[in-house]
C-alpha cells in the first residue's frame, strides 16, 4: 500500500516563498529517485526538479535554477521542494514522483495527489 502525500502549496504573492512536502509511505523510499512535476492548465506537465534515492544528486529546470531547491530526509521519508522568488507563471498544480528501474528494467513509480501553488498579487 504506497501513498505519497504532497503539502505545502497554498497563495503567495510574486516574490514569496514556499516549501513543498512529500511524505511516502509503504514503500523503500531510499531505494526511489524523487521527481517533481507542475501542470498549469493547458500547458504540458513540466519536471521542475529532481534528486536521486542516496547520493542526492539534484537537477533542475531552466525555470527553476537559483529559485528552486530538491531536498529529501530519507530517514522521514519525506522529500521538500523549497521555491523562492516565486513568480506567476509558477502557478501550477505541483506533484511528487518517487520512481526507480528494477534490476530487469521495469519501471516503477508512484504519484501524490498534488497541492496547489497560486501566485498573485
Known amino acids: 500500500q504506497v501513498q505519497l502525500v504532497e503539502s505545502g502549496g497554498g497563495l503567495v504573492q510574486p516574490g514569496g516563498s514556499l516549501k513543498l512536502s512529500c511524505v511516502a509511505s509503504?514503500?523503500?523510499?531510499?531505494?526511489?529517485?524523487m521527481n517533481w512535476y507542475r501542470q498549469a492548465p493547458g500547458k504540458e506537465r513540466e519536471l521542475v526538479a529532481s534528486?536521486?534515492?542516496?547520493?542526492?544528486?539534484?537537477k533542475y529546470a531552466d525555470s527553476a535554477k537559483g529559485r528552486f531547491t530538491v531536498s529529501r530526509d530519507n530517514a522521514k521519508y519525506t522529500g521538500y521542494l523549497q521555491m523562492n522568488d516565486l513568480k506567476p507563471e509558477d502557478t501550477a498544480l505541483y506533484y511528487c514522483?518517487?520512481?526507480?528501474?528494477?534490476?530487469?528494467?521495469?519501471?516503477?513509480?508512484?504519484w501524490g495527489q498534488g497541492t496547489q501553488v497560486t501566485v498573485s498579487s
Open positions: 514522483e518517487t520512481v526507480k528501474m528494477t534490476p530487469r528494467g521495469v519501471r516503477l513509480d508512484h
Open positions: 509503504g514503500l523503500l523510499f531510499d531505494t526511489y529517485d
Open positions: 534528486i536521486t534515492a542516496t547520493t542526492g544528486v539534484t
